[in-house]
């Protein structure tokens, strides 16, 4: 019998919520406010970057190698918008001592980046970001810490100790606002100088110091308790650590009039939102809308019955993960809003091994992996690493962080936690941190102003931007539509060129741009010679809220630390130069304005002392003639026989515009390789040319030609062309036994492995001398977006003579 009244009670209910859902759909109101939002969906596509370092604790002179996951934020799919990617190294005052661009494609990226010597020790946030990322905010960057050390300088291993202990304690009420005369689930946050929970007992009193409620922190400092304000009076929590001092923190402002919201599972299907409101208000409507990642929204209208109003929500219509509640008063303004978390049904299942639980120095390692699949491969990468008396920091989890952290504010403790317990008290914590961390990627006047939101930060589609400013050598106020030109001295020759705009503001899209390379930015020096130039910094200046953990080092670690020192030092100078530099991608040897129509190798001809005689004894396509007590070129339109040009064409050193002709008439002709001519219009970007004359130099260094003064020169960093992992083999038996050493801590670091159909992939490397256990770290997801991670531990022993 009660079994059967709880099935009538469950069909009533979902009866209820499919009419309030047709209700909704019918109302004008809330059609327009789906398809609103809809609209700001399409044009705030979200990405999220997850990281895979190959460890956390480093050494000044060790490299950090990385893999990056570029997905579609919504859907949790490979991403192919952004091409590039920085990753940083801040520290506790977000200073950067290392940073780095590097490419991604079909979402995929990964890189090196070398600790710099100047690096003193201590704990560092490691961030990564696109650059069309910067537009909602460096709080979903990702982001995670790393400890390094300097052993070549000394330091303080407990630098905070002497400090005075402050806690970072936030209370968090459910749906945003504490309101006089209602009751409301408050959710705390309290954390330690390092970034960790705390365990404290805590009260809540009046401005008369009235006990009100007593609360503790469950798992991480963080729990919740009921609050009823009866006044707009400050309200402060004194919470009492566990060396029995005590600490006041101000709870957020009650407000005399607004909405609380309350959101409960009321069945196992269905989802309660209840919202309140002070008994004495209007009788008026409020609308919900509810999405999971910005997609899928759900719009409903209900009107109040007295105080309260409740909307039910069937749980099958949010995606897995964060979705996002907000309660709308009928002007469509956001007065309440929370975060819901639901478990995702499916994680990727890796399977990892060795064959056997110890290895001999030097020996191969033959590694096995699998991953769950239905028809969707799995990208995998593997870092297999020492794990010694230095205690490292803990990483975050892919999986953890794409459907929790990433959609987050602040820092989170253990994720991982949160998926590895299935219970309904690790559901509960887990509904405190969703209210303690509650964030949102937009604003609301962006979804419902009128207008599409502007962007400052373009996705970068095709290659990195370089964004700066045209200025008035005069007074620097920006130049308008100058022409300007940037070049590189690179082989083949590149050129970019656009026009400023209004504000005096040039971009250029430098595709395979790789490397540290010495540019030229200038003008028409001929016609524009007032003007200078400033380049911005790629680089965001805006940082996340997450504070650096404080730095601990055991100092009885002295010994594990210099043989760690020596280890890595040895490594560095017995490592073949080969895998020491990087290796930019074969690109095409075509200049960038593809096969020239002529082209004169100079060495072939008689050599001439002047580059008059040379350019009009055998140089058909190019025609010199002096006026106005210059030179000029005028070239033969290949189209139109015997007809010439009346403007000089483009014409390149190595690449770089050179205006002014009778610089080149002065070069020396035994200094010049090559003359290459284009004799057509060509248009490049928004300018166009009446033909092209390059002139290339042996080395393409200009040759000692000095450019103008007022020429911009200056070193700038492309994309960080790739290096490769060294890892030796010893298959012979004369490898074996190389007297070389080899105290490799980092086995093996594998950033691109693919599993086949059957999602089975295998690695192989050997082991170093270095006797110890290692850890072996999986991380990986599918093209469907499954994530997942596997870690496992296997010992390496001395070889047995």
Known sequence: MIKRYKKILLLFLTLAVGSARSYGQDDPMVKSLKDRFNLYSTTALQEKIYVHLDRSFYLIGETIWFKAYNLDGSRHRFLDMSKVAYLEILDKENNAVAQTKFSLLKGKGNGSLLIPASVVSGNYKVRCYSNWMKNFGADYFFETDITVVNPFLKFDPEPDAKKEITYDVQFFPEGGYLVKGLESKVAFRAAGPD????????????????????????????????????????????????????????????QERGYVMRVTDSTSNL??????????????????????????????????????????????????????????????????????????????NIEAGVGKPEFATREKVTMNLSAETTGSLTNMSVSVFLTDSIQALAQNDISSYFFLTSDLKGRIEDPAYYFQNNTKETDRQLDDLIISHGWRRFKWEDVFGGTLPKYQHLPEFDGHLVLGKVLNISDNSPAPGIDSYLAALDFPAKLYVNHSDAEGNFMFELKNFTGAKEVTLQTNLLRDSTYKFEISNPFSKQFSQAAVPAFKFDKNLGNPLLTRSINMQSGNSFLPRLFTTRKAVLTDSLAFFGVPDEKYFLDDFTRFPTMEEVLREYVRGVVVRRRDKGFHFRMVDKLLPNTFYKTDPLVLLDGIPVFNVDKIMEIDPLKIKKVELLSSWYLLGAMNFTGIVSFSTYKNDLAGFEPDPRVLITQYEGVQAQREFYAPKYDSQTELVSRLPDFRNLLHWAPNVVTDQTGKAQIQFFTSEQTGSYKVVVQGITEKGVAGSKTFNFYVGKRSL
């Open 195 to 254: 970034g960790k929970g705390i365990q404290f007992k805590g009260v809540v009193v009046s401005g008369q110091n009235d006990e009100i409620v007593k609360f503790q922190p469950g798992k991480f400092g963080i729990g919740s308790f009921i609050f009823k304000p009866q006044t707009t009076d400050t309200y402060r929590a004194i919470i009492t650590d566990s060396q029995g001092k005590e600490h006041t923190y101000p709870l957020p402002q009650v």
């Open 271 to 348: 989802i309660k939102v209840s919202v309140i409101r002070p008994a004495e208000e209007e009788q008026s409507v409020v609308y919900l809308l509810a999405h999971t990642r910005q997609i899928n929204p759900i719009a409903d209208k209900k009107s109040f019955a007295g105080n309260r109003t409740e909307f039910l929500i069937n749980r099958a219509q949010l995606g897995e993960g964060i979705s996002h509640m907000t309660i709308l008063n009928e002007k469509l303004k956001p007065v309440c809003e929370r975060l819901y978390f639901k478990r995702p049904e499916k994680r990727l």
